[in-house]
Antibody
Framework: QVQLQESGPGLVKSSETVSLSCTVS????????WSWIRQPPGKGLEWIGYIYYSGSTNYNPSLKSRVTISVDTSKKQFSLKLRSVTAADTAVYYC????????????????WGKGTTVTVSS | DIQMTQSPSSLSASVGDRVTITCRAS??????LNWYQQKPGKAPQLLIYAASSLQSGVPSRFSGSGSGTDFTLTISSLHPEDFAAYYC?????????FGQGTKLEIK
């Protein structure tokens, strides 16, 4: 059974870059799309972007200028870099697997990490 | 980009009640609509995918319906563990987008 685990610094200073990683265990990273989603305190879910195992990416336009998602299949990890952070980037960051149903059609995020909290300090 | 709007934003109900949450997309998403449940301090969990397909392990009291722009999540008889937040999400196009959430509380 595939499991995901996020890792990264809990605290980052304003204007700096935060780097998070997500490690895939119990299955292969060499298929599926791999996503990042965040949730500010007390608020809803925001999709940041995803990467296909081959390296192709797609980002939320609201964050595209500051975000890079990459994958290292040899380490079974994918990563998020968010540049020039501000207090508005304080959130719980989740990684997730996006799978596809051949029977019903459509993509869905069926495996999620537990999340890692990123706090931006001034 | 596709906007997803859920209603209501919050809902009070009792154990045993039947509840319905609605989700509307700003354009047609066919049936590329997923529902998630999130409990406090936990990651979201997939309940329903492709509008009406029940994820493995999810109780049958959960059901989804709809197509085009209008969708519903129904819980046929609330259990105590169902009090949580619920989110819809479209997978028709990128960027993926979520509804703002519905918080289901105990009356």
């Amino acid at each position: 059974q595939v499991q995901l685990q996020e890792s990264g610094p809990g605290l980052v200073k304003s204007s700096e870059t935060v780097s998070l990683s997500c490690t895939v265990s119990g299955g292969s990273i060499s298929s599926n799309y791999w996503s990042w989603i965040r949730q500010p305190p007390g608020k809803g879910l925001e999709w940041i972007g995803y990467i296909y195992y081959s390296g192709s990416t797609n980002y939320n336009p609201s964050l595209k200028s500051r975000v890079t998602i990459s994958v290292d299949t040899s380490k079974k990890q994918f990563s998020l870099k968010l540049r020039s952070v501000t207090a508005a980037d304080t959130a719980v960051y989740y990684c997730a697997r996006e799978d596809y149903s051949t029977s019903s059609g459509g993509y869905y995020m069926d495996v999620w990490g537990k999340g890692t909290t990123v706090t931006v300090s001034s | 980009d596709i906007q997803m709007t859920q209603s209501p934003s919050s809902l009070s109900a009792s154990v045993g009640d039947r509840v319905t949450i609605t989700c509307r997309a700003s354009q047609t998403i066919i049936t590329y609509l997923n529902w998630y449940q999130q409990k406090p301090g936990k990651a979201p969990q997939l309940l329903i995918y492709a509008a009406s397909s029940l994820q493995s392990g999810v109780p049958s009291r959960f059901s989804g319906s709809g197509s085009g722009t209008d969708f519903t999540l129904t819980i046929s008889s609330l259990h105590p563990e169902d009090f949580a937040a619920y989110y819809c999400q479209q997978s028709f196009s990128v960027p993926r987008s979520f509804g703002q959430g519905t918080k289901l509380e105990i009356k």
